[in-house]
């Protein structure tokens, strides 16, 4: 088997890491909390409304991408460790739910596309799936 | 670490705005006592699983911690209606939740087993009409097995 170089076999149009800024730009996205954190870089996304497989999740640096907007996502998040959140299908992230996402250094983006478009145009703009 | 740390919180049935609480809280303490991000993620997501199970299920419950230099130990006690048969339950899929906890993006059947793959080890007792109690141990060093 050939070695190969760095870098070697990946696509130069797709960075390897994208930043909260960038995602924000890509979707026409509003970062509601954690500005502080716009150049914080993403690894992977995860899309989905079911808080249950947001808790098998064992990768670090997750970006969520989810149509549900209540407490409990941002508790998942603290809890798997998800300091990115996307709020798609122009959900909003309630006065509480900012609270707790400020408490623990969290991101929060408001998104009026759909679930299904918000994962097409990140993906297209090189970020990773987990699975 | 040289002391032992032990705290209890209680759950309230059906309150989904404060459930997250005691595994945020427990969090807290095992981050402060530097125990590796790994674990931690692992207890916490077990925890924050057996908490919403007890806000959806039951009508009141407690989340007792303690920890010590070779692990952490949570103790999950509910009054509530009990676990008719444990092995279906321990089934992933398999789910009593009402429409409003699927809501809330659980009740999917899958905290039990999911608790279960991130504890080292679980026990799990309970009795119809009275309530359940789940058990679970995160040890901080691999224990070679025998």
């Known amino acids: ?131 | 670490m040289s002391e032992k740390v032990g705290v209890e919180y209680n759950v309230d049935g059906g309150n989904f705005t404060r459930a997250g609480y005691a595994s945020s809280e427990i969090k807290k303490i095992l981050k402060k006592l530097n125990v590796d991000m790994g674990i931690i993620k692992r207890t916490v997501v077990a925890t924050y699983e057996g908490e919403v199970n007890i806000v959806a299920h039951a009508y009141s419950g407690t989340i007792y911690a303690d920890i010590d230099t070779e692990r952490v130990r949570i103790v999950l006690r509910d009054e509530g209606p009990g676990i008719p048969d444990i092995e279906q339950a321990m089934e992933e899929g398999f789910s009593t939740a009402s429409s409003q906890v699927r809501e809330m993006g659980f009740g999917a059947g899958m905290g039990l087993p999911n608790m279960k793959k991130n504890a080292d080890v679980m026990n799990i007792s309970s009795e119809v009409g009275k309530g359940t109690t789940v058990e679970i141990i995160l040890y901080f060093k691999q224990i070679a097995s025998s």
Do not use: W
């Not at chain 1, 797709?14 to 995602?23: R, S």
């Not at chain 1, 899309?47 to 064992?58: E, F, G, Q, R, W």
């Not at chain 1, 989810?66 to 798997?80: K, P």
């Not at chain 1, 900012?98 to 929060?108: C, K, S, T």
């Open chain 1, 1 to 131: 088997m050939e070695m190969q170089e760095p870098g070697e076999g990946k696509c130069p149009e797709k960075p390897d890491k994208m930043k909260v800024k960038n995602l924000a730009e890509v979707l026409d996205a509003r970062i509601v909390c954690g500005d502080h954190l716009a150049d914080h870089a993403i690894e992977v996304a995860f899309a989905s409304d079911l808080m249950s497989d947001v808790l098998t999740l064992k990768n670090d640096n997750v970006l969520l991408i989810t149509g549900l907007a209540n407490v409990q996502t941002i508790r998942t998040a603290e809890m798997s460790d998800i300091s990115c959140i996307i709020f798609a299908r122009n959900k909003k992230a309630s006065p509480e739910m900012i609270g707790l996402a400020r408490e623990n250094d969290m991101v929060l983006l408001e998104c009026r596309y759909s679930v299904f478009k918000t994962c097409g145009l990140l993906y297209q703009a090189g970020v990773q799936p987990i699975f």
